[in-house]
């Protein structure tokens, strides 16, 4: 069951970041082929938090990117055995590492294949709510015992 639910949520995380509407995305220069990329670390959360109309635009794009990523690492040691039993530090660092590697890939992939924004404060957010899911499911576990 864990195991059909983490597919789930990766067929859904992969349907939104790459086919869902794109409301409020990031900006930075057009690259080549005019693709839009942002290196700068807090620049789209800076540019989105102080020209939005509303607090709910930013509200919605920053707690939705966190939000995005955190069933990755809540489901990802749920899923894997060894993760079940590991120490609470080896336990966290390979959901997040893993966490960061994905998030990578898909902005790499929104970069190369879409007409979406690859943003490194999209991968500071998802790498954020990935460590969040973690601590909840380590959270729980000591609940558990």
């Given at each position: 069951?864990?195991?059909?639910?983490?597919?789930?949520?990766?067929?859904?995380?992969?349907?939104?970041?790459?086919?869902?509407?794109?409301?409020?995305?990031?900006?930075?220069?057009?690259g080549?082929?005019?693709?839009?990329?942002?290196?700068?670390p807090?620049?789209?959360?800076?540019?989105?938090?102080?020209?939005?109309?509303?607090?709910?635009?930013?509200?919605?794009?920053?707690?939705?990117?966190?939000?995005?990523?955190?069933?990755?690492?809540?489901?990802?040691?749920?899923?894997?055995?060894?993760?079940?039993?590991?120490?609470?530090?080896?336990?966290?660092?390979?959901?997040?590492?893993?966490?960061?590697?994905?998030?990578?890939?898909?902005?790499?992939?929104?970069?190369?294949?879409?007409?979406?924004?690859?943003?490194?404060?999209?991968?500071?957010?998802?790498?954020?709510?990935?460590?969040?899911?973690?601590?909840?499911?380590?959270?729980?576990?000591?609940?558990?015992?």
């Amino acid at each position: 069951m864990i195991a059909f639910l983490f597919f789930a949520y990766t067929f859904l995380l992969l349907y939104t970041v790459f086919f869902a509407w794109n409301h409020g995305s990031s900006y930075g220069p057009a690259g080549p082929g005019g693709r839009n990329y942002n290196l700068e670390p807090f620049l789209s959360i800076y540019n989105i938090a102080t020209y939005s109309d509303t607090v709910w635009i930013p509200l919605r794009i920053l707690v939705g990117n966190v939000i995005l990523f955190m069933p990755f690492g809540f489901l990802f040691p749920l899923m894997v055995e060894k993760f079940r039993k590991a120490r609470v530090v080896s336990g966290m660092i390979t959901p997040i590492i893993l966490s960061f590697l994905l998030s990578v890939t898909i902005e790499i992939n929104q970069f190369l294949f879409t007409m979406r924004v690859a943003n490194v404060d999209d991968v500071i957010l998802n790498t954020l709510g990935g460590t969040l899911g973690v601590l909840i499911y380590r959270i729980m576990r000591l609940i558990r015992k």
